[in-house]
């Protein structure tokens, strides 16, 4: 039997039932729930990024929801630092705590660490921002993709800022921004267990498909309205507020944003599942259902 606490990951594309599924484990475990969502830590997103509310969380206290704004970004490297230090608080109460989100680089950060990368480079930088305003995100996708095909395959390639420090690393280094993300994992206090949710393509599309229609529904277009003034920050770049923004600068009409948003969901959801489907850990399931998943944990419950 495992001697450490054990953390309980629930990964999968977004859309899939991660956030049940999750609440479902804590509630038969009597534990509580870290997201690692890179969305979920901002309370101004609650339509967009899919905030569960005190109905879905049926009580179970969760961690890094909704407990910052927009204007205070959380970085890969914080959520490490701020991630476990709240498992080693309520690791000190429970031998086991679950964590959810579809997030492979926050939870990469939060259960391996990351390589100290160089130090900014501003001439670096401050060139691929002229080339992003010049020419668009275009260049800035074909540089990262030809230069760190392995980065391009699980990064947001519309995040034109994410884009902008890979290719100033690569700049400063001479070396894929993806080797730094290569050594060791780092030593935890605490072992692992990764549950990961892979529904029909079909059913997942289709899921996503009508998640966007009820988030426009229920106000996502005025939720995107309201943050549009502070549009440029990086807790913005980000899929079902971008399209908004270039609805509202004109570039294209509402259904047209509906339609994007939609189609670059399924997009990010298949990266997702290129990251996840790399860790050779996951134990995979088609749906939530409980009682398979909660036969595995058991088998990795510390004594």
């Given amino acids: 039997m495992q001697q ?5 990951l629930v990964v999968g594309p977004t859309a899939s039932g991660k956030t049940a599924l999750a609440v479902d484990i804590a509630q038969a475990l009597a534990c509580e729930v870290l997201s690692f969502d890179s969305r979920q830590f901002y309370r ?11 109905e879905e969380m049926q009580g179970i206290p969760h961690h890094f929801i909704a407990d910052r704004s927009v204007t205070d970004h959380l970085t890969a490297g914080a959520f490490e630092r701020e991630g476990n230090e709240r498992l080693a608080a309520l690791f000190s109460q429970k031998q086991w705590v679950v ?6 680089l926050f939870a990469k950060a939060l259960v391996e660490g990351f390589d100290d990368m160089s130090k900014k ?10 080339v992003f305003e010049v020419a668009g995100i275009a260049p800035l996708q074909q540089a990262v993709a030809e230069r760190d095909p392995v980065y391009a395959a699980q990064a947001d390639m519309q995040n034109h800022q994410r884009l902008i420090r890979a ?10 921004f993806s080797s730094f993300r290569k050594s060791q994992p780092k030593d935890r206090p605490y072992q692992t267990l990764w549950i990961g949710l892979d529904p029909d393509r079909t059913l997942l599309h289709q899921r996503i498909n009508q998640r966007v229609l009820n988030m426009v529904a229920a106000g996502l277009e005025e939720e995107a309205r ?4 502070q549009r440029s920050l990086e807790s913005l770049q980000t899929v079902g507020y971008r399209e908004w923004f270039g609805h509202f600068d004109g570039l294209y009409d509402r259904d047209e944003a509906i339609r994007l948003i939609q189609r670059n969901t399924r997009q990010f959801a298949r990266r997702q599942m290129t990251w996840f489907r790399n860790q050779a850990q996951v134990h995979w399931f088609e749906s939530g259902e409980l009682s398979p998943i909660l036969a595995l944990i058991q088998q990795h419950l510390p004594a």
């Fill in 44 to 54: 101004e997103l609650p339509i967009g990024a899919a905030i569960p509310s005190q």
């Fill in 99 to 104: 964590a959810v989100g579809g997030s492979g």
């Fill in 167 to 176: 290719l100033e690393v690569m700049d400063s280094t001479g070396e894929p």
């Fill in 4 to 8: 450490h606490p054990l953390l309980i």
């Fill in 121 to 130: 480079n501003d001439a670096r930088r401050d060139y691929w921002k002229s």
């Fill in 226 to 229: 309201q943050l549009y003034p």
